[in-house]
């Protein structure tokens, strides 16, 4: 009896075992995607780079002035213009502007980077002027040791007089235009030896002279909105916004002024 079950149980397992395993379904993975070609990568690259190009501007701006005490009538109205250089980059770019100034015995100090127009107001509108002798080839210095820790994209200088080596300044401003640094002189009154260094301080670094007028006020704001604008895109910001003071300035940098 026992041998009869044991016979059944064999004979199931076996017809078990005959039977097919059942296929998994195939999953359809749908159309296979091509590689991209060299071509399309190509081109996906120049757009990128088209709009990072195109991309919210910043810059980095060196503000210098000759704080002797000839100088206290052109720094207040240099107080009052500073302004137009952070509202002419307004929403198009950032700008970060640092002060640097001289005056007294040897003192020449400079500020952090500040952002905003109010910040470097309040930073101007504490200083007084003292009697003292221009220290420019610490400004160029002071540029090329910032340039070379960080981009600097310009450089303006405020000053009226000039009473150092003029071959030592040319040798900083040479390094500053090898560097990229523009120096956008703005001169006040009308010394012939500061004016023949001012020029060449321009020159050598790639920049452009101006006079500082106090009576042309408006006129002063629209330049320093021009440098302001170089400063976070370079001549295709100041072709892009291209205002008379904007064509102003590419001629100068293109060297069609001296």
């Not at 075992?17 to 991209?36: C, I, L």
């Not at 980095?60 to 302004?83: E, H, K, N, V």
Request: aromatic share 6%; with cysteine; hydrophobic share 45%.
């Amino acid at each position: 009896m026992l041998d009869l079950q044991a016979a059944r149980q064999r004979h199931i397992l076996n017809r078990m075992s005959d039977k097919k395993q059942p296929v998994p379904a195939r999953v359809d993975p749908g159309p296979v995607k091509s590689q991209s070609s060299t071509g399309e990568i190509d081109a996906f690259v120049r757009q990128a780079r088209t709009l990072a190009a195109s991309a919210t501007g910043s810059g980095r701006l060196i503000l210098s002035l000759d704080a002797t005490m000839s100088r206290q009538p052109t720094w207040d109205l240099a107080c009052a213009l500073q302004g137009e250089m952070f509202d002419a980059v307004g929403k198009a770019g950032a700008l970060k502007v640092q002060l640097v100034y001289f005056r007294g015995l040897g003192e020449c100090r400079s500020s952090a980077f500040v952002t905003n127009t109010d910040a470097l107001k309040q930073l101007m509108t504490r200083i007084e002027c003292r009697a003292g002798h221009t220290q420019i080839g610490k400004v160029l210095a002071h540029a090329l040791k910032q340039t070379a820790a960080s981009k600097v994209n310009a450089l303006v200088y405020i000053g009226d007089a000039m009473e150092e080596n003029v071959d030592d300044l040319a040798a900083k401003a040479g390094s500053l235009g090898l560097h990229g640094v523009p120096v956008f002189v703005f001169q006040e009154g009308h010394d012939s030896g500061a004016e023949k260094a001012f020029k060449e301080i321009a020159r050598l670094s790639k920049g452009a002279w101006f006079r500082f007028d106090r009576r042309a006020a408006a006129t002063l704001a629209s330049l320093l909105s021009a440098v302001a604008v170089f400063a976070t895109g370079g001549l295709t910001a100041l072709e892009a916004r291209g205002r008379p003071e904007d064509r102003l300035m590419i001629e100068h940098l293109r060297g069609g002024r001296k």
